[in-house]
């Protein structure tokens, strides 16, 4: 059976989240995407109320695994026997970011590798800070977020105003 991981905070998910998510699953039998808590990110979120965005966001793949991790997401991995890292790659910040992560993951477990999955083209400059910009300004974010999320992810910034 091959798995593998897909970590991100998804503070909020995204469509870009959703596209990458989508595309990985038809990769592996199983895709794990787990909501990691970054001690560097303010979050608007808890992670419980991220794992259900996710769930709403997502519920129509079959294949998908949806949990959290306050660990390192490699140590995540290999606990649960899997050796595939999947992440997003939208810009040279998130290029130097990665291969930053990527060393450090190697080094904890060189048997784990990472796969590079660059967004669509509608979704290569979706973040989810600046959606929660957006919100707060009130500017539309319908092409953006979920469907099924977007009025909790309004009310739930628009709480923090």
Same mark, same amino acid.
């Given at each position: 059976? &091959?798995? !593998? ?7 909020? @998910? #995204?469509?870009?989240?959703?596209? %990458?998510?989508?595309? =990985? ?29 996710? &769930?709403? !966001? ?7 695994? @949806? #949990?959290?991790?306050?660990?390192? %997401?490699?140590?995540? =991995? ?47 400059? %979706?973040?989810?800070? =600046? ?18 999320i977007i009025n909790d992810v309004k009310k739930g910034i628009l709480s923090h105003k």
């Open positions: 059976m &091959r798995k !593998a991981m897909y970590p991100g905070t998804f503070d909020p @998910i #995204t469509k870009g989240h959703v596209d %990458v998510i989508e595309r =990985a699953a038809n990769l592996v039998d199983t895709l794990y995407v787990v909501v990691a808590d970054n001690m560097h990110k303010h979050r608007s979120f808890s992670v419980e109320t991220r794992m259900d965005f996710v &769930r709403r !966001a997502t519920s129509h793949i079959p294949n998908i695994v @949806i #949990t959290s991790t306050s660990d390192l %997401v490699v140590r995540y =991995a290999q606990e649960h026997d899997i050796k595939l890292l999947v992440r997003g790659l939208r810009n040279i910040q998130d290029y130097e970011n990665e291969y930053a992560l990527y060393q450090y993951n190697r080094n904890i477990n060189p048997n784990i590798e990472t796969v590079i999955l660059f967004p669509s083209s509608r979704n290569h400059f %979706v973040s989810s800070s =600046a959606i929660k910009e957006l919100i707060y300004h009130g500017a539309d974010i319908d092409l953006y977020i979920p469907h099924d």
